[in-house]
């Protein structure tokens, strides 16, 4: 059974860090594209970071470029975000999803979230002021 697990949410204050876990089963992560969203209660989805299949190019959001940074772990079958300077506006439910890549973009930002294939259930960050 394809399935990703997120977790490390919780609750931070703003100058915190979190780091955010989503591991894999039923398939291998290092052969998707990897994303992780967040969505903010009455706000659009938000991409956040994504890393390539090819060679691990990480792209980030300008929200969150120089804070956030994204890692592949292939022994663990898991991909992390690590999340440093959190700020307010950073709360929201976080989510990683997996693209099996058949485009096989190198910018891993090119695909949309229509485009991955599997979602986890989510973990909740919330950063307090």
């Known amino acids: 059974q394809v399935q990703l697990v997120e977790s490390g949410g919780g609750l931070v204050q703003a100058g915190g860090s979190l780091r955010l876990s989503c591991a894999a089963s039923g398939f291998t992560l290092d052969s998707y594209t990897i994303g992780w969203f967040r969505q903010a209660p009455g706000k659009e989805r938000e991409a956040v970071s994504c890393?390539?299949?090819?060679?691990?190019?990480?792209e980030y959001s300008d929200s969150v470029k120089g804070r956030f940074t994204i890692s592949r772990d292939n022994a663990k079958n898991t991909v992390y975000l690590q999340m440093n300077s959190l700020k307010p506006e950073d709360t929201a439910v976080y989510y990683c999803?997996?693209?099996?890549?058949?485009?096989?973009?190198?910018?891993?930002?090119?695909?949309?979230?229509?485009?991955?294939?599997?979602w986890g259930q989510g973990t909740q960050v919330t950063v307090s002021s």
């Open positions: 890393i390539n299949t090819s060679d691990g190019l990480t």
């Open positions: 999803a997996a693209n099996p890549d058949e485009l096989q973009y190198y910018y891993c930002s090119a695909y949309g979230p229509l485009e991955y294939d599997y």
